[in-house]
């Protein structure tokens, strides 16, 4: 039986988890001839504050980016 663990950083819709659901079972299918029922699917979403890399929390990559952003739109 497999049993496959996704873990992605933010949130997903339901829709879009449905999707990978399925793409994922899918390709067990193809791929390995499993059974699709026998399938287990966890999709775990990971607050961007709960996880970091290149040494900076994900939720504060786009920090520098905005005070760019907001700089160079003061200065026009």
Not at 45 to 65: C, F, H, M, Q, W
Request: hydrophobic letters at 40%; proline letters at 4%.
């Amino acid at each position: 039986m497999p049993f496959v663990s996704i873990r992605i950083s933010g949130t997903a819709t339901k829709d879009q988890k449905s999707g990978i659901v399925a793409d994922v079972t899918r390709s067990l299918v193809e791929r390995l001839g499993k059974n699709p029922a026998a399938v287990q699917i966890v999709i775990e979403e990971v607050s961007t504050e709960n996880y970091g890399a290149g040494g900076l929390l994900i939720a504060d990559r786009d920090v520098p980016k905005l005070q760019e952003d907001a700089h160079a739109e003061s200065s026009q």
